[in-house]
Nanobody, 124 residues
Framework: QVQLVESGGGLVQAGGSLRLSCAAS????????MAWFRQGPGKEREFVAA????????YYADSVKGRFTISRDNAKNTVYLQMNSLKPEDSAVYYC?????????????????WGQGTQVTVSS
């Protein structure tokens, strides 16, 4: 099994930046597609970004494209989400997820492992 632990959330003013980290243990991290999802208050969980095994393929939700960057360090078993130009509507619990497959997808139902989440709050 794979355990995922997110960190880096917090309170930030609009326009600010945060970097989330997700540390993985267990199964071979480098063979997992990794992604970030988020769930705001009263909202359904939504896709944010995903990255392929080697980091060469990345997908983003339209709402974060150009502001967020997903990356990974397979030597450290860690995936990151750099969030810039944050907006109040980015406030949510952010979840890291892993998929036992080579294909990068956006659907949360296709991911096998999930972290516990980290809260991001953006004040206006």
């Amino acid at each position: 099994q794979v355990q995922l632990v997110e960190s880096g959330g917090g309170l930030v003013q609009a326009g600010g930046s945060l970097r989330l980290s997700c540390a993985a243990s267990g199964r071979t991290f480098s063979r997992l597609v990794m992604a970030w999802f988020r769930q705001g208050p009263g909202k359904e969980r939504e896709f944010v970004a995903a990255i392929s095994w080697g980091g060469t393929i990345t997908y983003y939700a339209d709402s974060v494209k150009g502001r967020f960057t997903i990356s990974r360090d397979n030597a450290k078993n860690t995936v990151y989400l750099q969030m810039n130009s944050l907006k109040p509507e980015d406030s949510a619990v952010y979840y890291c997820a892993g998929r036992r497959d080579i294909v990068v997808v956006r659907a949360g139902s296709e991911y096998d492992y999930w972290g516990q989440g980290t809260q991001v709050t953006v004040s206006s």
